[in-house]
T-cell receptor
Framework: GENVEQHPSTLSVQEGDSAVIKCTYSDSASNYFPWYKQELGKRPQLIIDIRSNVGEKKDQRIAVTLNKTAKHFSLHITETQPEDSAVYFC??????????????FGKGTKLSVIP | DGGITQSPKYLFRKEGQNVTLSCEQNLNHDAMYWYRQDPGQGLRLIYYSQIVNDFQKGDIAEGYSVSREKKESFPLTVTSAQKNPTAFYLCASNNVGANTGELFFGEGSRLTVL
């Protein structure tokens, strides 16, 4: 089965600095890579995702890069703000073909943005 | 107001007792999932269902059971066979037809075994 490793487990940055979280996956058949943000006491929410036919995707201050050869993908947050403080999870999945996604999640990164 | 509703939010149970967690969605999503979240462990898939009356085991199905009699409902039973049931349980769904992959989560149920 798929195995997803996520690093670092905790990350502290000064407000305005950039934050980078990295994940590696094991199954070369995986083709979908989402990132979820979970604020304290709340449900996880999708913030960005990328598919294996794309190398990079941006959405305002958030970007994700994918290296299929090395089997790793990264989340980049620029100009961090206190509201970015949360736990971030990466995940990997191969679409079952029926439309459902059996995601394998990393263990999470707790990001703290210091004002 | 569309979404996924989990109940109860907090649940306490004695060892040896079965307990059922409710998950209801009004998003008209075909696929539903149950995840378990433990501190520092991420989210691990327990069971998932792509259509009514069909479900598959995830990575940690032992000690759990599910049913999918209605599209809107996907209850999870934590049985006495689950050796370490104290955890935070998250239900999710996604729109198979849209093929977006985005999971919509409920607010979770926290189970504590006394």
């Amino acid at each position: 089965g798929e195995n997803v490793e996520q690093h670092p487990s905790t990350l502290s940055v000064q407000e305005g600095d950039s934050a980078v979280i990295k994940c590696t996956y094991s199954d070369s058949a995986s083709n979908y890579f989402p990132w979820y943000k979970q604020e304290l006491g709340k449900r996880p929410q999708l913030i960005i995702d990328i598919r294996s036919n794309v190398g990079e995707k941006k959405d305002q201050r958030i970007a994700v890069t994918l290296n299929k050869t090395a089997k790793h993908f990264s989340l980049h947050i620029t100009e961090t703000q206190p509201e970015d403080s949360a736990v971030y999870f990466c995940a990997a999945s191969s679409n079952s073909g029926a439309g459902s996604y059996q995601l394998t999640f990393g263990k999470g990164t707790k990001l703290s943005v210091i004002p | 107001d569309g979404g996924i509703t989990q109940s109860p939010k907090y649940l306490f149970r004695k060892e040896g007792q079965n307990v059922t967690l409710s998950c209801e969605q009004n998003l008209n999503h075909d696929a539903m999932y149950w995840y378990r979240q433990d501190p520092g462990q991420g989210l691990r898939l327990i069971y998932y269902s792509q259509i009514v009356n069909d479900f598959q085991k995830g990575d940690i199905a032992e000690g759990y059971s599910v049913s999918r009699e209605k599209k809107e409902s996907f209850p999870l039973t934590v049985t006495s066979a689950q050796k370490n049931p104290t955890a935070f349980y998250l239900c999710a769904s996604n729109n198979v037809g849209a093929n977006t992959g985005e999971l919509f989560f409920g607010e979770g149920s926290r189970l504590t075994v006394l």
